[in-house]
Each structure stands twice: as C-alpha cells, then as structure tokens.
C-alpha cells in the first residue's frame, strides 16, 4: 500500500484583472505544500486562453497525504490570503494514479 500515489488538481479561478496577485498567492501556497513528507511534485498550470484559471497539480504518497495534519492549515492560510482574489470557491478533487506496473491482474 506504500506505493499507492495519489495527484490532487485543484481548480482556481481568480477576479478579472488580479491574476498576477493570484498567482503570486499560489506559488507561495506550493512553496510550503510541497516542503511535506510524502509530496512528490507540485505545479501550477496557468489557462493561456483564459487567464482568470489556474489548476494546482501534486502528487502525493497515498498514506503520506492521508496522515498530512498541515493540509487544513495551508488550505485556511490559501483562503484567508486569497479569498479577495477567487470568483470561485476552489474545486479540488483527488485521483489515484495508475501506471502500467499497479494493473490488476
């Protein structure tokens, strides 16, 4: 069970014409998330089209990111920081991730 990741994407949408002080928010966001034990990459992906969109993407240990105590706290930190700044509230959702070698058989 060890080796079971997980990759959260979370959708962030923010005010017309704050996008640059969102993205600002977010990046320092990363910075401390992906500083846990059991994180494995993190990005953010910035809409070319649509410039008010951005998606956080990690990936996690699957046990790691279950036992994370930091993760409401960051996420409070995000809101309290940002909450001007988002159209939107966030859209998070959680994904196991599969490769060739975890298929069933």
């Not at 846990?36 to 649509?50: A, F, K, M, N, P």
Request: net charge negative; with cysteine.
């Amino acid at each position: 069970m060890t080796n079971l990741k997980i990759r959260i994407l979370t959708r962030v949408m923010a005010r017309p014409e704050r996008e640059r002080e969102l993205k600002n928010v977010l990046i320092q966001f990363m910075e401390e998330r992906c500083q846990q034990v059991g994180c494995h990459s993190c990005e953010l992906l910035h809409q070319r089209v649509d410039a008010t969109q951005f998606i956080l993407v990690e990936e996690w240990d699957a046990e790691a990111r279950l036992r994370s105590e930091l993760d409401s706290q960051l996420f409070a930190k995000l809101g309290e920081a940002a909450a001007e700044l988002f159209i939107e509230p966030l859209q998070i959702h959680w994904y196991d991730v599969t490769t060739p070698q975890s298929r069933a058989e």
